[in-house]
């Protein structure tokens, strides 16, 4: 009977915008993810680039 209830609250409106924007946010979570991955990874490989050519790493 709750169910019914939150269900009219919300109406047909909010059952589409809801699940998008959700996933809107999970994409964006992804993306920001990922760049701050590649990020890390250039900074990393910037920092021990001059250590390449004498053997050290």
């Given at each position: 009977m709750k169910i019914e209830k939150i269900n009219k609250k919300v109406g047909p409106v909010g059952k589409t915008?809801?699940?998008?924007?959700?996933?809107?946010?999970?994409?964006?979570?992804?993306?920001?993810?990922i760049c701050l991955?590649?990020?890390?990874?250039?900074?990393?490989n910037e920092k021990?680039?001059?250590?390449d050519e004498c053997g050290w790493h």
């Open positions: 915008v809801i699940p998008i924007i959700t996933a809107v946010i999970v994409v964006a979570a992804a993306v920001a993810y991955k590649l990020a890390d990874e250039i900074r990393y021990w680039k001059d250590y």
